[in-house]
């Protein structure tokens, strides 16, 4: 893991992408306190979903379709 200030990131940005692409991690610092990370993407689960992989697992009961009354008055309904 390599920790870098945010001005360095900004000047070296292509030298962290592919730092990352590797498999690094990338602490993102500002006045050496870190905040954020970047990271790889995980890759094992990038095969497209199916859809209806749930299905019969849940049901939804009759009223999941039913408009909310607090919501539709927010938004100038009856």
Do not use: H, W
């Amino acid at each position: 893991m390599v920790q870098i200030n945010i001005n360095e990131a900004k000047a070296k940005l292509s030298k962290y992408a592919r730092m990352v692409k590797a498999g690094e991690t990338v602490v993102l610092c500002e006045r050496n306190k870190p905040f954020a990370e970047i990271r790889p993407l995980d890759r094992k689960g990038s095969a497209p979903r199916v859809f209806g992989l749930s299905k019969g697992i849940f049901k939804l009961g009759p009223d999941f379709f039913e408009a909310d009354g607090e919501i539709q008055k927010m938004f100038g309904g009856d």
